[in-house]
Protein backbone atom coordinates (compact mmCIF):
# COMPACT_ATOMS: atom_id res chain seq x y z
CA UNK A 1 0.00 0.00 0.00
CA UNK A 2 1.32 3.15 -1.06
CA UNK A 3 1.72 6.15 1.44
CA UNK A 4 0.10 9.22 1.23
CA UNK A 5 3.65 10.91 0.90
CA UNK A 6 4.37 8.35 -2.05
CA UNK A 7 0.50 9.14 -3.55
CA UNK A 8 1.15 12.69 -3.85
CA UNK A 9 4.86 12.57 -5.33
CA UNK A 10 3.18 10.63 -8.64
CA UNK A 11 0.28 13.39 -8.56
CA UNK A 12 3.52 15.88 -8.40
CA UNK A 13 5.43 13.41 -11.48
CA UNK A 14 2.04 13.75 -13.25
CA UNK A 15 1.87 9.95 -13.39
CA UNK A 16 -1.61 10.24 -12.58
CA UNK A 17 -3.55 10.77 -15.71
CA UNK A 18 -7.28 9.52 -16.93
CA UNK A 19 -6.60 10.24 -20.75
CA UNK A 20 -7.91 12.33 -22.56
CA UNK A 21 -8.67 14.22 -19.11
CA UNK A 22 -5.28 15.24 -17.84
CA UNK A 23 -3.94 16.33 -14.86
CA UNK A 24 -1.70 18.91 -13.67
CA UNK A 25 0.20 19.74 -10.71
CA UNK A 26 0.03 23.21 -9.28
CA UNK A 27 1.21 23.15 -5.78
CA UNK A 28 1.25 21.46 -2.27
CA UNK A 29 -0.98 22.23 0.61
CA UNK A 30 -3.73 24.84 0.34
CA UNK A 31 -4.84 26.45 3.57
CA UNK A 32 -8.56 26.61 3.65
CA UNK A 33 -9.16 28.26 7.45
CA UNK A 34 -10.00 27.56 10.44
CA UNK A 35 -6.02 25.81 10.80
CA UNK A 36 -6.61 23.30 8.55
CA UNK A 37 -5.28 22.85 4.87
CA UNK A 38 -5.56 20.30 2.00
CA UNK A 39 -2.95 18.76 0.07
CA UNK A 40 -2.65 19.83 -2.81
CA UNK A 41 -4.30 21.62 -5.85
CA UNK A 42 -4.08 20.48 -8.91
CA UNK A 43 -5.84 21.52 -12.93
CA UNK A 44 -7.99 18.85 -14.59
CA UNK A 45 -8.17 19.97 -18.22
CA UNK A 46 -10.80 17.93 -20.64
CA UNK A 47 -11.22 19.21 -24.78
CA UNK A 48 -10.06 22.59 -24.07
CA UNK A 49 -11.65 23.53 -20.69
CA UNK A 50 -9.92 23.55 -17.47
CA UNK A 51 -11.03 23.86 -13.30
CA UNK A 52 -8.91 23.41 -10.47
CA UNK A 53 -8.82 21.23 -7.60
CA UNK A 54 -8.41 21.02 -4.04
CA UNK A 55 -7.07 17.25 -3.17
CA UNK A 56 -7.57 15.33 0.06
CA UNK A 57 -5.06 12.50 -0.48
CA UNK A 58 -5.58 9.30 2.02
CA UNK A 59 -3.42 6.18 1.72
CA UNK A 60 -6.42 4.03 3.70
CA UNK A 61 -9.48 3.44 1.43
CA UNK A 62 -11.48 1.67 3.73
CA UNK A 63 -15.39 2.65 4.15
CA UNK A 64 -14.79 5.03 7.84
CA UNK A 65 -11.80 6.76 5.94
CA UNK A 66 -14.02 7.35 3.20
CA UNK A 67 -16.76 8.72 5.09
CA UNK A 68 -14.71 11.03 7.16
CA UNK A 69 -13.14 12.28 4.12
CA UNK A 70 -16.52 13.33 2.28
CA UNK A 71 -17.54 14.81 5.77
CA UNK A 72 -13.86 16.66 5.52
CA UNK A 73 -14.55 18.09 2.19
CA UNK A 74 -18.44 19.27 2.20
CA UNK A 75 -17.05 21.42 5.48
CA UNK A 76 -14.73 23.33 3.31
CA UNK A 77 -14.99 26.76 2.18
CA UNK A 78 -13.06 26.95 -0.60
CA UNK A 79 -12.33 29.41 -3.46
CA UNK A 80 -15.42 30.41 -6.01
CA UNK A 81 -13.33 28.71 -8.72
CA UNK A 82 -11.84 25.42 -6.81
CA UNK A 83 -13.63 22.34 -5.66
CA UNK A 84 -12.82 19.24 -3.68
CA UNK A 85 -11.42 16.18 -4.82
CA UNK A 86 -10.30 12.75 -3.35
CA UNK A 87 -7.64 10.89 -3.94
CA UNK A 88 -6.94 7.45 -2.80
CA UNK A 89 -5.18 4.41 -3.81
CA UNK A 90 -8.73 2.31 -5.17
CA UNK A 91 -12.16 3.60 -5.44
CA UNK A 92 -14.72 1.23 -6.28
CA UNK A 93 -17.51 2.12 -8.56
CA UNK A 94 -20.33 2.57 -5.66
CA UNK A 95 -17.60 5.20 -3.87
CA UNK A 96 -17.00 6.88 -6.99
CA UNK A 97 -21.12 6.96 -7.11
CA UNK A 98 -20.94 8.17 -3.55
CA UNK A 99 -18.87 10.93 -4.35
CA UNK A 100 -20.76 12.22 -7.55
CA UNK A 101 -23.55 12.31 -5.59
CA UNK A 102 -22.14 14.53 -2.77
CA UNK A 103 -20.83 16.86 -5.88
CA UNK A 104 -17.08 15.57 -4.96
CA UNK A 105 -14.73 14.62 -7.56
CA UNK A 106 -12.35 11.94 -6.95
CA UNK A 107 -9.50 9.57 -8.39
CA UNK A 108 -7.58 6.81 -7.82
CA UNK A 109 -4.07 5.25 -8.82
CA UNK A 110 -5.85 1.98 -10.72
CA UNK A 111 -7.38 3.99 -13.11
CA UNK A 112 -11.08 4.74 -11.93
CA UNK A 113 -12.57 8.30 -11.53
CA UNK A 114 -15.21 11.04 -11.01
CA UNK A 115 -14.17 14.58 -12.38
CA UNK A 116 -16.92 17.05 -11.79
CA UNK A 117 -16.77 20.59 -12.53
CA UNK A 118 -20.62 21.87 -13.21
CA UNK A 119 -21.30 23.36 -16.20
CA UNK A 120 -17.44 22.72 -17.35
CA UNK A 121 -17.28 19.29 -17.83
CA UNK A 122 -17.75 15.38 -16.48
CA UNK A 123 -15.78 12.37 -16.38
CA UNK A 124 -16.98 9.65 -14.72
CA UNK A 125 -14.37 6.49 -15.53
CA UNK A 126 -14.56 3.05 -14.16
CA UNK A 127 -13.42 -0.71 -14.30
CA UNK A 128 -9.82 -0.65 -12.85
CA UNK A 129 -8.96 -3.35 -10.30
CA UNK A 130 -8.11 -2.65 -6.94
CA UNK A 131 -4.01 -3.43 -6.86
CA UNK A 132 -3.50 -2.15 -3.23
CA UNK A 133 -5.94 -4.83 -1.55
CA UNK A 134 -5.78 -4.66 2.34
CA UNK A 135 -2.89 -6.05 4.12
CA UNK A 136 -4.44 -6.56 7.23
CA UNK A 137 -3.16 -9.25 9.79
CA UNK A 138 -6.29 -11.47 9.46
CA UNK A 139 -6.97 -11.00 5.71
CA UNK A 140 -10.55 -11.67 6.34
CA UNK A 141 -12.64 -11.40 9.77
CA UNK A 142 -16.13 -12.27 8.14
CA UNK A 143 -14.92 -16.12 7.66
CA UNK A 144 -13.92 -19.20 9.68
CA UNK A 145 -13.09 -18.43 13.50
CA UNK A 146 -12.85 -14.07 12.95
CA UNK A 147 -16.46 -14.47 11.96
CA UNK A 148 -17.69 -15.42 15.63
CA UNK A 149 -16.81 -11.94 16.39
CA UNK A 150 -19.45 -10.85 13.73
CA UNK A 151 -21.55 -13.31 15.20
CA UNK A 152 -21.57 -12.74 18.81
CA UNK A 153 -23.45 -9.08 17.92
CA UNK A 154 -26.53 -11.08 16.88
CA UNK A 155 -26.53 -12.75 20.05
CA UNK A 156 -26.32 -8.96 22.19
CA UNK A 157 -26.03 -5.97 19.84
CA UNK A 158 -24.45 -3.39 22.14
CA UNK A 159 -21.31 -3.99 24.29
CA UNK A 160 -19.68 -2.27 27.35
CA UNK A 161 -16.04 -3.84 26.32
CA UNK A 162 -14.03 -5.64 24.32
CA UNK A 163 -13.80 -8.18 27.34
CA UNK A 164 -17.06 -8.69 27.15
CA UNK A 165 -17.23 -9.66 23.49
CA UNK A 166 -14.08 -12.03 24.20
CA UNK A 167 -16.01 -13.62 26.77
CA UNK A 168 -19.34 -14.00 25.18
CA UNK A 169 -17.38 -15.54 22.41
CA UNK A 170 -16.12 -18.15 24.78
CA UNK A 171 -19.20 -18.90 26.36
CA UNK A 172 -20.92 -19.91 23.41
CA UNK A 173 -18.26 -21.68 21.80
CA UNK A 174 -18.95 -25.47 22.89
CA UNK A 175 -15.55 -26.42 21.61
CA UNK A 176 -14.21 -24.36 24.04
CA UNK A 177 -16.18 -25.94 26.85
CA UNK A 178 -16.41 -29.18 26.09
CA UNK A 179 -13.37 -30.31 23.83
CA UNK A 180 -9.83 -28.91 23.20
CA UNK A 181 -10.08 -25.47 21.24
CA UNK A 182 -8.24 -23.12 22.77
CA UNK A 183 -10.33 -19.40 23.67
CA UNK A 184 -10.44 -16.75 21.44
CA UNK A 185 -7.64 -14.07 22.29
CA UNK A 186 -8.03 -10.84 23.39
CA UNK A 187 -5.83 -9.23 20.28
CA UNK A 188 -8.14 -11.34 17.44
CA UNK A 189 -11.04 -9.55 18.98
CA UNK A 190 -9.44 -6.20 19.02
CA UNK A 191 -8.13 -6.99 15.24
CA UNK A 192 -12.00 -7.99 13.68
CA UNK A 193 -13.77 -4.94 15.88
CA UNK A 194 -11.12 -2.35 14.36
CA UNK A 195 -11.80 -3.75 10.65
CA UNK A 196 -15.59 -3.48 11.51
CA UNK A 197 -14.94 0.18 12.70
CA UNK A 198 -13.54 0.76 9.99
CA UNK A 199 -16.15 -0.74 7.65
CA UNK A 200 -18.94 1.02 9.75
CA UNK A 201 -20.67 -2.05 10.67
CA UNK A 202 -20.08 -1.16 14.28
CA UNK A 203 -19.23 1.74 16.14
CA UNK A 204 -17.06 2.52 19.41
CA UNK A 205 -17.96 4.92 22.18
CA UNK A 206 -19.45 4.93 25.48
CA UNK A 207 -20.52 1.57 23.69
CA UNK A 208 -19.23 -0.89 21.11
CA UNK A 209 -22.34 -0.68 19.46
CA UNK A 210 -23.80 -2.76 16.27
CA UNK A 211 -24.44 0.10 13.59
CA UNK A 212 -25.88 -1.77 10.40
CA UNK A 213 -27.07 -5.20 11.11
CA UNK A 214 -28.35 -5.92 7.08
CA UNK A 215 -24.49 -5.00 6.18
CA UNK A 216 -22.76 -7.29 8.54
CA UNK A 217 -25.11 -10.07 7.67
CA UNK A 218 -24.38 -9.69 4.23
CA UNK A 219 -20.84 -9.84 5.06
CA UNK A 220 -21.14 -12.60 6.90
CA UNK A 221 -22.88 -14.49 4.08
CA UNK A 222 -20.66 -13.38 1.19
CA UNK A 223 -17.69 -14.60 3.16
CA UNK A 224 -19.14 -17.98 4.47
CA UNK A 225 -17.45 -20.98 3.74
CA UNK A 226 -18.74 -24.43 4.01
CA UNK A 227 -16.65 -26.45 6.97
CA UNK A 228 -14.04 -28.61 5.77
CA UNK A 229 -15.10 -32.05 6.62
CA UNK A 230 -12.65 -34.63 7.19
CA UNK A 231 -15.21 -37.37 7.59
CA UNK A 232 -18.32 -38.48 6.15
CA UNK A 233 -20.42 -41.74 7.38
CA UNK A 234 -23.64 -42.19 6.41
CA UNK A 235 -25.83 -44.87 8.65
CA UNK A 236 -29.29 -47.05 8.55
CA UNK A 237 -30.18 -46.78 12.20
CA UNK A 238 -32.87 -49.25 13.23
CA UNK A 239 -34.49 -45.85 15.68
CA UNK A 240 -36.40 -43.27 14.08
CA UNK A 241 -35.75 -39.56 13.65
CA UNK A 242 -36.78 -39.46 17.43
CA UNK A 243 -35.02 -42.13 18.76
CA UNK A 244 -31.94 -40.86 16.73
CA UNK A 245 -31.57 -37.55 18.91
CA UNK A 246 -32.39 -39.27 21.99
CA UNK A 247 -29.52 -41.58 21.48
CA UNK A 248 -26.99 -39.13 20.41
CA UNK A 249 -27.58 -36.70 22.70
CA UNK A 250 -26.58 -39.63 25.33
CA UNK A 251 -23.86 -40.69 23.85
CA UNK A 252 -22.74 -36.92 23.46
CA UNK A 253 -23.22 -36.73 27.43
CA UNK A 254 -21.18 -40.41 27.99
CA UNK A 255 -18.39 -39.40 25.86
CA UNK A 256 -17.79 -35.38 26.28
CA UNK A 257 -18.55 -35.46 22.42
CA UNK A 258 -20.02 -32.39 21.24
CA UNK A 259 -22.12 -32.92 18.60
CA UNK A 260 -24.63 -30.83 17.08
CA UNK A 261 -27.24 -31.18 13.93
CA UNK A 262 -26.58 -29.07 10.75
CA UNK A 263 -27.94 -25.72 9.52
CA UNK A 264 -29.94 -27.69 7.22
CA UNK A 265 -31.44 -30.26 9.61
CA UNK A 266 -31.65 -27.50 12.16
CA UNK A 267 -33.80 -25.36 9.62
CA UNK A 268 -37.72 -26.38 10.82
CA UNK A 269 -36.82 -24.99 14.61
CA UNK A 270 -36.69 -21.69 13.15
CA UNK A 271 -39.40 -21.74 9.83
CA UNK A 272 -41.45 -23.66 7.98
CA UNK A 273 -39.60 -26.26 5.00
CA UNK A 274 -40.25 -29.35 4.34
CA UNK A 275 -36.81 -31.48 4.67
CA UNK A 276 -35.91 -35.16 4.14
CA UNK A 277 -35.87 -38.00 7.07
CA UNK A 278 -31.69 -37.68 6.58
CA UNK A 279 -30.43 -35.70 9.62
CA UNK A 280 -26.64 -34.31 9.34
CA UNK A 281 -24.95 -34.16 12.21
CA UNK A 282 -21.41 -32.25 13.10
CA UNK A 283 -18.90 -33.81 15.43
CA UNK A 284 -15.15 -33.44 16.04
CA UNK A 285 -14.81 -36.96 16.23
CA UNK A 286 -16.70 -39.42 14.62
CA UNK A 287 -14.69 -42.47 15.61
CA UNK A 288 -15.64 -42.09 19.06
CA UNK A 289 -19.28 -42.05 18.05
CA UNK A 290 -19.13 -44.98 15.84
CA UNK A 291 -18.51 -47.43 17.99
CA UNK A 292 -21.72 -46.56 20.24
CA UNK A 293 -24.14 -46.46 17.50
CA UNK A 294 -26.41 -49.09 16.23
CA UNK A 295 -27.20 -49.65 12.30
CA UNK A 296 -24.96 -50.33 9.85
CA UNK A 297 -23.15 -47.83 7.51
CA UNK A 298 -24.69 -47.43 3.73
CA UNK A 299 -25.54 -44.73 1.31
CA UNK A 300 -28.79 -46.79 0.79
CA UNK A 301 -31.66 -44.88 2.39
CA UNK A 302 -29.61 -43.73 5.08
CA UNK A 303 -31.13 -41.79 8.36
CA UNK A 304 -28.20 -40.14 9.78
CA UNK A 305 -25.16 -38.62 8.10
CA UNK A 306 -22.22 -37.60 10.48
CA UNK A 307 -19.64 -34.82 9.26
CA UNK A 308 -16.67 -34.71 11.32
CA UNK A 309 -15.68 -30.71 11.28
CA UNK A 310 -13.85 -29.26 14.10
CA UNK A 311 -14.39 -25.59 12.83
CA UNK A 312 -15.41 -23.66 15.92
CA UNK A 313 -17.90 -21.09 13.77
CA UNK A 314 -19.62 -24.01 12.79
CA UNK A 315 -20.74 -24.60 16.36
CA UNK A 316 -21.09 -21.33 17.68
CA UNK A 317 -23.74 -20.22 19.49
CA UNK A 318 -25.68 -23.50 19.28
CA UNK A 319 -28.92 -24.32 20.68
CA UNK A 320 -30.37 -26.42 22.76
CA UNK A 321 -34.37 -28.00 22.08
CA UNK A 322 -35.52 -30.77 23.72
CA UNK A 323 -32.47 -32.37 24.74
CA UNK A 324 -30.37 -31.86 21.65
CA UNK A 325 -28.10 -29.29 19.90
CA UNK A 326 -28.79 -27.35 16.85
CA UNK A 327 -27.12 -24.25 14.68
CA UNK A 328 -27.92 -21.03 15.39
CA UNK A 329 -30.07 -19.38 13.11
CA UNK A 330 -27.07 -17.18 11.68
CA UNK A 331 -25.48 -20.81 10.80
CA UNK A 332 -28.99 -21.87 9.75
CA UNK A 333 -28.94 -18.93 6.98
CA UNK A 334 -25.79 -18.91 6.03
CA UNK A 335 -26.29 -23.02 4.87
CA UNK A 336 -28.90 -22.22 3.33
CA UNK A 337 -28.12 -19.48 1.77
CA UNK A 338 -25.04 -21.66 -0.18
CA UNK A 339 -27.92 -23.81 -1.31
CA UNK A 340 -30.62 -24.02 -4.37
CA UNK A 341 -33.14 -21.77 -4.74
CA UNK A 342 -36.10 -23.39 -3.08
CA UNK A 343 -33.41 -23.13 0.06
CA UNK A 344 -32.58 -19.45 -0.63
CA UNK A 345 -36.21 -18.32 -0.33
CA UNK A 346 -36.60 -20.00 2.71
CA UNK A 347 -33.40 -18.28 3.71
CA UNK A 348 -34.98 -15.09 3.05
CA UNK A 349 -37.67 -16.16 5.56
CA UNK A 350 -34.98 -16.54 7.96
CA UNK A 351 -33.05 -13.24 7.58
CA UNK A 352 -36.51 -11.09 8.50
CA UNK A 353 -36.41 -13.25 11.85
CA UNK A 354 -32.69 -12.74 12.31
CA UNK A 355 -32.69 -8.73 11.90
CA UNK A 356 -35.95 -8.44 13.60
CA UNK A 357 -34.28 -10.53 17.01
CA UNK A 358 -31.96 -7.67 16.85
CA UNK A 359 -34.39 -4.58 16.49
CA UNK A 360 -33.65 -3.95 12.72
CA UNK A 361 -36.52 -5.24 10.31
Not at 14 to 20: D, L, S, W
Not at 94 to 100: G, K, T
Not at 228 to 236: F, M, P, Q, S
Not at 268 to 294: A, F, H, I, S
Amino acid sequence: MPTEQEMLEQLREGKVQFPPLSIDFLKDHLDVGGNRRIDALIEAKWQGKSAKFAVECKSLSTPKTFQDCINFLKSLSLPYNCRPMLFMPFLSEWQLEALEGEGISGIDLCGNCVVVYPGIFSVFRVGGKNRFPSSAAIKNVYRKNSSMVGRCFFIYSDFQTVQDIRATINKQNPLVKRWNKKPISLSTVSKVLKTMVEDLIITRNETIRLLQPGKLLEKLCENYNAPAVKKKIRIKMPEENEGILKLLSEQSQKLGLPLMASGTSSVTRYTVMQRGDLLTVYCPKVEKLLEKLPGIQSDRFPNLELLETDEESVYFDARQAEGFWYASPLQVYMELMAGDKRDQETAEQLKTKILSDIGAA
